[in-house]
């Protein structure tokens, strides 16, 4: 028998149209449609937003009924994405290329307020995606200008941009056990410390027609699991266009350090990428190698990610 088995809704249960968002809490799980977020830490209030004028909306999660209308988001242009990192923050972006962070006040099933924080600038081109860890502090949005900036959520102002992308950016996630960063542009992977440093990098198109120009092997979502900090069973989820979710598995090793070579500047990242596996396996094993290097440490890192070929 499987370890694990799945069970599909019935049909009552079904969304009217793409997913959006999954929350697993203790005893069931939560999904909403796409452009809806619900509101932690009850999840009974969903955001909405994507109407013709540009307002968003407030309704509760059960009853699917709206109760509130705000417009003061229609001055910021089209929204394409909404993060929540608590009951009182909604961050917003979109075509308008500003983050905007907003004050959100609801009591007793009545929206008080909903009132800009702050503006935050540095996009070039449409915000596509957001993500906010508030034990770390750090909201992440990525773009159709290639970059991904980091905004520190309490000063709200710029910490760092992580860059490199060689597509619009399509989505982010923050592990709030490690800090760690994955974005994702087209079908590559990106994985980041929390001070914004290059990790590794991933071509998930390995195993298919890299020659192709189709987006079907796009990464559209990204997610960490998170148990204990280390733990090993931690993954790296992916939802990409082909419709196949694909699970990817890091591991770090501290090795001693290597012979004398040529200096290299402090946090100075330098990967060497090797692929090991079958072709024709239903499994590959890609492992990079990384240095990191300051004053009072010399350390080398391995890291594995196995995937499914198609």
Not at 8 to 22: A, F, K
Not at 265 to 278: E, K, L, V
Not at 279 to 287: H, Q, R, V, W
Request: glycine residues 6%.
């Amino acid at each position: 028998p499987h370890p694990f088995s799945l069970f599909s809704s019935s049909p009552s249960e079904l969304l009217r149209g793409p997913v959006g968002q999954v929350v697993c809490v203790d005893k069931e799980v939560l999904v909403v449609e796409k452009n809806r977020l619900l509101i932690p830490p009850l999840w009974n209030v969903y955001f909405s937003w994507g109407f013709p004028d540009n307002s968003c909306s407030f309704g509760h999660y059960t009853t699917e009924k709206t109760f509130a209308v705000c417009e003061s988001v229609c001055d910021w242009g089209e929204m394409l994405c909404a993060a929540c990192p608590n009951q009182a923050t909604i961050v917003t972006a979109g075509t308008s290329s500003v983050v905007c962070v907003w004050d959100v006040s609801i009591s007793k099933d009545k929206l008080t307020h909903m009132k800009l924080r702050q503006a935050l600038y540095g996009h070039i081109d449409a915000v596509t995606c957001l993500a906010v860890s508030e034990v770390h502090g750090v909201i992440a949005s990525g773009s159709r200008d290639l970059t991904c900036i980091l905004w520190d959520l309490e000063e709200l102002n710029y910490i760092t941009q992580l860059p490199g992308h060689k597509a619009s950016i399509t989505a982010l996630a923050i592990n709030d056990l490690t800090g760690e960063i994955a974005s994702c542009a087209g079908p590559v992977l990106y994985l980041w410390s929390m001070k914004g440093q290059l990790l590794t990098w991933l071509d998930t198109s390995c195993g298919s027609d890299v020659t192709s120009c189709s987006s079907d092997g796009d990464i559209l979502s990204v997610c960490f699991t998170q148990r204990h900090e280390w733990d090993p069973r931690n993954v790296i989820v992916t939802g990409c266009a082909d419709g196949i979710v694909r699970i990817w598995r890091t591991e770090y090793t501290r090795t001693s350090p290597d012979p004398p070579q040529q200096p290299t500047s402090p946090g100075q990242d330098q990967p060497a990428m090797t692929i090991d596996g079958n072709a024709n396996a239903n499994f590959m094993l890609i492992t990079t190698r990384h240095k990191y290097s300051s004053k009072d440490k010399n350390m080398i890192f391995f890291k594995h990610f196995w995937f499914m070929i198609k």
